[in-house]
T-cell receptor, first 112, second 116 residues
Framework: QKEVEQDPGPLSVPEGAIVSLNCTYSNSAFQYFMWYRQYSRKGPELLMYTYSSGNKEDGRFTAQVDKSSKYISLFIRDSQPSDSATYLCAMRYKAAGNKLTFGGGTRVLVKP | EPEVTQTPSHQVTQMGQEVILRCVPISNHLYFYWYRQILGQKVEFLVSFYNNEISEKSEIFDDQFSVERPDGSNFTLKIRSTKLEDSAMYFC??????????????FGPGTRLTVL
């Protein structure tokens, strides 16, 4: 079983729709969870960071963590064509130091 | 807004040659990292560096790889004798506070390494 799994997509939505992304993980030691956005051939850009179960909101983005189910989600409201990118989840835990473990990414396409 | 920068953006080299990839982390950050992403695959951790020494490394980071902070601003990744399978995007990242719960890593735009 892979440590962190993400559906690769592509996920195609019309402009204005809610985009729903998720990751599952197998290692219950993971404590800190991040979502990055990556445009083609560019570096990952940090979107959201959370370390507790529950929801965290920032503008159009909501990150959700369910540690009991080992499941994290990212929701993008009022999606725009500029949101078209690959979304990567990443996570780490203290005993593993600062190493981030990434999911494979979900490609999102927002159609005008 | 401060950002991590990397040079060159694209490096083409022959198999067996040495390459040095350069990064300038965010200025008040103390922890530095290299990751790589082979085309179509996950971003993978290579190494982390703090206080002028390697703090962690992955199994990918073998004797062919080395890292250095030659001065107060640059952070480099050297691959001594490149192989075809080293072709990938290499990302530098930096963070302010290492393992603290609030710490987050910021990534540079990457260097695309092509080994022929």
């Amino acid at each position: 079983q892979k440590e962190v799994e993400q559906d690769p997509g592509p996920l195609s939505v019309p402009e204005g729709a809610i985009v729903s992304l998720n990751c599952t993980y197998s290692n219950s030691a993971f404590q800190y969870f991040m979502w990055y956005r990556q445009y083609s051939r560019k570096g990952p850009e940090l979107l959201m960071y959370t370390y507790s179960s529950g929801n965290k909101e920032d503008g159009r983005f909501t990150a959700q963590v369910d540690k009991s189910s080992k499941y994290i989600s990212l929701f993008i409201r009022d999606s725009q064509p500029s949101d078209s990118a690959t979304y990567l989840c990443a996570m780490r835990y203290k005993a593993a130091g600062n190493k981030l473990t990434f999911g494979g990414g979900t490609r999102v396409l927002v159609k005008p | 807004e401060p950002e991590v920068t990397q040079t060159p953006s694209h490096q083409v080299t022959q198999m067996g040659q040495e390459v040095i990839l350069r990064c300038v982390p965010i200025s008040n950050h103390l922890y530095f990292y290299w990751y790589r992403q082979i085309l179509g695959q996950k971003v993978e951790f290579l190494v982390s560096f703090y206080n002028n020494e390697i703090s962690e490394k992955s199994e990918i980071f073998d004797d062919q790889f080395s890292v250095e902070r030659p001065d107060g601003s640059n952070f480099t990744l050297k691959i001594r004798s490149t192989k075809l399978e080293d072709s990938a995007m290499y990302f530098c990242a930096s963070s302010e506070a290492g393992g603290l719960s609030t710490d987050t890593q910021y990534f540079g735009p990457g260097t695309r390494l092509t080994v022929l």
